[in-house]
Each structure stands twice: as structure tokens, then as C-alpha cells.
């Protein structure tokens, strides 16, 4: 084998080298190729023999010291050197980058230890715990040395603030007597009251009008049909359609429908002279003519107190007649303890006075004209002082009509 076949057959086995998974097999090659070439041209026998010319040395060249340097490695240096490489032709997955990818994929990340400035937050929800120090709940806020405090006393000072006084160190607000106006209750609907219909004590309630009362619609109320000035002889009722207003009094027979007011229950007085109307025997008389009748019973506790009587018109009469009779306290009716009065004007204080007690009874008649509206009222008393008792029972009436 002459050089130039070596150098071929070598050329051939690091063209092989660049393809194969073989190296040291191939190097093995090369070693026996070189092998080879040394026995044929130089000489054979280990190695050893000259040639020609050789590293510029010309002649019976002998290989020498400084003939091999750093460039020509053993076979298991060779070896080693290609241990960690990889074959000239491979590939690789996704999971594997070039250094220019990496760059470029480090170029847009932070370093592992970095901060941030309070601009870059630009969504989320921090935690209470990163706001400030303490305990963050519904009873704190976060003050402005970075720490979480309960407010101080509520937040407003003691003292008169207006139509609201503070006190309690800020946890007691009493608003002034008269401070709050219509404009600050709340809305309430047209044509209604406000009071309580309810039982018990509570809230306001809104009240509607019902009955004979309506509102005018200029912030008052009055009776159904009524009428400023509905003249005189009038009394407020109902139509025969059942219409409410101001109608004329019924006339004929001598008179018209008799009103009647009675007692439902016994009345009682001690120890008192001053002649009192009787809280039930009470009647309303407008103007016009008008006879007023009553029967009145009462008893008495013992004979000391006996008993008087008269009665009252707070309005104005002008000619008037009457006549009355009572009946001495526990006496018969028939007997002399009976006495009959006619006279004119109302009935003047009327003493009884007898030996017995118990029962009593009062009868009148009383025809008057009247001018100016008032109340009739029948009044009584005991005649002497006395801690026993004397009564007007239950039964006692009134009665009266108009247009005789």
C-alpha cells in the first residue's frame, strides 16, 4: 500500500466515522490501515523504518522526539473525546433550545429576587395582611401609620351639635324637643289622620275618616253634607235616599220626634251640697221652641241628708213655662209627701226634706223658646252634707222635641 492509499483509506474511515455509531471499530480500522502503510512503505517491523524525506528532514529519516505533538491522540483519549458527543447528524425535541432561543426566552423574565412598584398592580384583591399591621375586621380601620385601629369613641365629640345633642363620649344622640318637622315624617296618603286605633300603645297609624266625617280638602274635616249656615230648625240626618246633610225638623201632632238621653248606669255623691248636672242627663237644644220632659229616681243612705234639686240651660230662653213634682226620699207616692210646682223659667232650687230615706223620684215638664243654642241639664245634691251616699239610678231620662 503506497501513502496515497493510506491517506485514501483514511479519508474513507472518517467519512464512515461522520455516519456510523461505531467509532472505535473504525478507528481500529484506521489503526490497521496505518499499520499497514508503515510496513509498506516504511519499512515494517513495529514502525521503525525510513523513508525519504520527513517533517523537512531528508534521508534516512528516523522517527524522533518533536515528530508527534498535541494534535495526535491514543485511542483512549480518542475515546473519552467522543464519549459526551453526539453523532454529526441528529435531532432534537421541544425540549431542547438553541442558545439564542434561551436568550431570547430569559430576555422577558424577572430575576428570581426582584419588587415591584405600587403602579404595577393593576388587578386583584390584596389581603388585609398586606395593608397594614394589627387585626383587620369589621370593628377597625386602617389608619394612616399603616395599622389597623379601632375607632376612637365613636367618632364624634360630646356637646350640642344644632337640633342634635351628642353625649356618651359619642355613643348617645338625643335629637331637641321640636327639632323635627312635618317635612321629615314620611310620606303619608290623602284624606288620612294619624293617631292609633290599634289596642295597646305603639306606633302612629295613618286613620281614614269614616261615617259622617269628610275632609274639605283645605286642611279640616266636618260633617257629611254639612253647611256653613244651615239655618234655624234644622237637624242633621239622612234623606230618604239615605243622603247625610242639614234637613228641616219634622212639624205636626203637636210637636216633633221626641230625643231622648238616659242614664245606664247609678251615679253616687257624698259629703257635697253644690247642686252638679248629672253627667248623663244632659240634652243639646238648638234654637226654636222646644219642650223638654224627664223622670228622674235616686235613693238616699240615711234621713240626715235628704235632697235638692233644679235644672241649667247654658244657652238663652226667653218666655218659658213649667210645672214639676217630687216625692220625699222613702215616702208613698199618694201621700202628702208628694209636692206639684207650676211656674215660669227654669226649675229654681228645689229642697226635699223629710224624716224617712231610701227612693226618691222627680217628674218635669218644661216648654221653652229658645235664641241662642245651649245644653238643658238636670242637677242634684244632697240638702245636708254627709259621708253616706246619694244616687241617681240607672233609668233616669230626659227627652225633648221642637216645633210646638
Not at 455509531?21 to 508503515?38: H, I, V
Not at 239615605?242 to 203637636?254: H, N, R, S, T
Not at 240634652?283 to 241649667?312: C, P, Q
Not at 201621700?335 to 207650676?342: K, P
Amino acid at each position: 500500500m503506497t501513502i496515497e492509499d493510506g491517506f485514501i483509506a483514511l479519508g474513507q474511515i472518517f467519512n464512515d466515522l461522520a455516519i456510523t455509531d461505531k467509532p472505535r471499530e473504525l478507528f481500529g480500522a484506521a489503526s490497521t490501515a496505518f499499520s499497514e502503510l508503515a510496513e509498506e512503505d516504511f519499512g515494517g517491523g513495529g514502525g521503525g523504518g525510513a523513508v525519504d524525506s520527513f517533517n523537512t528532514r531528508v534521508g534516512a529519516v528516523v522517527p524522533a522526539a518533536g515528530d508527534y505533538d498535541a494534535f495526535y491522540y491514543t485511542d483512549t483519549e480518542v475515546d473519552a473525546l467522543l464519549a459526551n458527543k453526539a453523532n454529526a447528524v441528529h435531532t432534537h425535541d421541544d425540549r431542547y433550545y438553541t442558545e439564542a432561543e434561551i436568550t431570547t426566552f430569559l430576555a422577558g423574565k424577572a430575576a428570581a429576587v426582584h419588587t415591584h412598584v405600587a403602579g404595577d398592580i393593576t388587578g386583584g384583591v390584596l389581603a388585609t395582611a398586606r395593608l397594614g399591621t394589627g387585626t383587620a375586621d369589621a370593628t377597625t380601620f386602617l389608619r394612616g401609620d399603616g395599622t389597623w385601629q379601632v375607632p376612637p369613641g365613636g367618632g364624634v365629640s360630646d356637646g350640642d351639635k344644632g337640633d342634635v345633642v351628642v353625649s356618651g363620649s359619642g355613643t348617645v344622640w338625643t335629637i331637641d324637643n321640636d327639632a323635627v318637622t312635618f317635612a321629615k315624617f314620611q310620606n303619608v296618603a290623602t284624606d288620612r289622620l294619624l293617631g292609633r286605633d290599634t289596642a295597646a300603645s305603639g306606633d302612629v297609624e295613618e286613620i281614614a275618616l269614616a261615617g259622617s266625617l269628610v275632609f274639605t280638602g283645605s286642611a279640616s274635616i266636618q260633617l257629611s253634607g254639612d253647611a256653613a249656615s244651615p239655618g234655624n230648625t234644622k237637624l242633621y240626618g239622612t234623606d230618604g235616599s239615605g243622603v247625610k246633610g242639614w234637613y228641616d225638623q219634622p212639624a205636626g201632632g203637636g210637636g216633633g220626634t221626641w230625643t231622648p238621653v238616659k242614664k245606664t248606669g247609678n251615679t253616687s255623691r257624698t259629703a257635697s251640697t253644690t247642686l252638679t248636672a248629672d253627667p248623663d242627663l244632659v240634652i243639646a237644644l238648638g234654637v226654636g221652641e222646644w219642650v223638654v220632659r224627664g223622670v228622674i229616681i235616686g235613693d238616699t243612705a240615711n234621713a240626715t241628708m235628704d235632697y235638692k234639686y233644679d235644672t241649667n240651660f247654658t244657652g238663652t230662653f226667653t218666655t218659658s213655662w213649667r210645672h214639676h213634682r217630687h216625692i220625699v226620699a222613702g215616702a208613698v207616692t199618694g201621700t202628702d209627701a208628694e209636692s206639684t210646682v207650676v211656674g215660669f223659667g227654669s226649675i229654681p232650687s228645689t229642697i226635699v226634706v223629710g224624716t224617712t230615706f231610701g227612693v226618691w223620684r222627680v217628674e218635669f215638664e218644661h216648654h221653652i223658646s229658645v235664641t241662642v243654642a245651649g245644653n238643658y241639664q238636670f242637677r242634684w245634691a244632697q240638702n245636708t252634707s254627709d259621708a253616706g251616699a246619694i244616687r241617681v239610678l240607672h233609668g233616669s231620662y230626659l227627652e225633648a222635641a221642637s216645633g210646638f
